[in-house]
């Protein structure tokens, strides 16, 4: 079906403008999806955080941009990579670790990993990003657990 403007130079098929309109909307939401989704990452290196860090393993973590700025998270890591858990004691219960993730700090777990909460999620800091934590038998037992 040929439709055309009235005055118009241009005649159009209906099935043509049926198809830009479907091409433009998968355009559009392509677009919307790299915007909102593919959030930058940065990385965070031990080195910027101590001057000899005692775990030098990882040298960086791959962090999002917020997470790159979270003092409480860099407080974390340095104590970590510096061996040096004076301000941190074992865990009493496990109320104890959820008032670090309700206050925006960070535990840790096994003198190995800093642990986070997100989406009631636990997570686990490793060097190429936030992993989920899985739920075996050792994160039910307080003495791996390190708190503020």
């Not at 941009?65 to 104590?79: G, P, Q």
Request: with cysteine; net charge negative; charged share 20%.
């Amino acid at each position: 079906m040929e439709v055309e403007a009235p005055g118009s130079l241009y005649s159009i098929s209906l099935k043509k403008v049926c198809q830009y309109d479907i091409l433009l909307t998968i355009l559009l939401f392509l677009l919307y999806n790299i915007i909102m989704y593919n959030k930058k990452k940065e990385r965070l290196y031990i080195n910027d955080l101590l001057d000899n860090p005692a775990v030098p393993y990882p040298s960086y973590y791959v962090l999002s941009t917020v997470m790159h700025k979270n003092e409480m998270l860099h407080s974390a890591l340095s104590a970590l990579h510096s061996f040096d858990f004076s301000y941190y004691e074992m865990a009493k219960s496990h109320e104890d670790i959820f008032a670090m993730f309700n206050s925006g700090t960070f535990p840790i777990y096994k003198e190995k990993y800093v642990v986070g909460y997100f989406g009631n999620k636990m997570m686990y800091l490793e060097s190429n990003g936030w992993k989920g934590m899985p739920a075996t038998a050792d994160i039910f037992k307080l003495e791996n657990w390190l708190v503020c």
